[in-house]
């Protein structure tokens, strides 16, 4: 197991999500000029972007291993893959609910949910296409809803979760559901080789 805690460098990725709870903390409610391909632009955070840093850093980990070697281990690899996840997940969370405590801002709640969300997301694609398919399309993502997640009116589209605000209950939902399925998947499969 020591091998496998040392290429994930989970350190590395706790550092990640205290520093981005924590900025976005500060400057999370900045705002970033994204065009948007729909005509009408809503207010892209700073937090909507950053949280993507700890799912970057937790595929960046994956891709360090070797997933043929992986592959054949006696040990249950994919379990770990799968608590590991689970406990950035949580990490995550815990993060921004003590950030929100502190601060009382919405932005530190709009950042533990699509800092769970990406990781979801990334623990999905890495289970299914590797972790660099996971960290290029992860890291794509909220810029790919930014541009095209505004509705008419400057509200985003129900589907756009990430630009969701710290209220909303769909945003909520969507984040458990890719938490879920990339739990799941990560738990019954193993990262494709390269």
């Known amino acids: 197991m020591n091998w496998w805690l040392k290429t994930r460098a ?4 706790f550092t990640a999500v205290i520093l ?24 892209f955070l700073v937090g909507h972007l950053i949280t993507v840093l700890p799912a970057a850093v937790l595929m960046y980990a994956a891709s360090r291993t070797d997933n043929r070697m992986e592959r054949v281990a006696a040990r249950p690899i994919h379990v770990w893959n799968t608590l590991l996840g689970l406990m950035a997940a949580v990490t995550a969370a815990l993060a921004a609910a003590i950030a929100y405590a502190l601060t009382r801002q919405d932005i530190t709640f709009v950042t533990g949910r699509n800092t769970v969300g990406y990781i979801g997301f ?22 790919v809803l930014a541009t095209t997640g505004w509705a008419p009116d400057g509200r985003a589209r129900p589907w756009a979760w990430v630009l ?12 458990l559901a890719l938490l879920i399925a990339g739990v799941a998947v990560t738990l019954t499969r193993l990262t494709p080789a390269r």
């Open 122 to 143: 990334a623990m999905f694609l890495c289970a299914l296409a590797g972790a660099r398919v996971a960290s290029f399309t992860t890291a794509a993502l909220p810029i």
């Open 10 to 13: 989970p350190a590395a990725f």
């Open 164 to 175: 969701q605000p710290a209220q909303s209950g769909p945003a909520a939902g969507a984040t």
């Open 20 to 43: 981005t709870t924590a900025f976005a903390s500060l400057a999370g409610n900045a705002q970033l000029p994204i065009p948007s391909l729909t005509g009408s632009t809503g207010n």
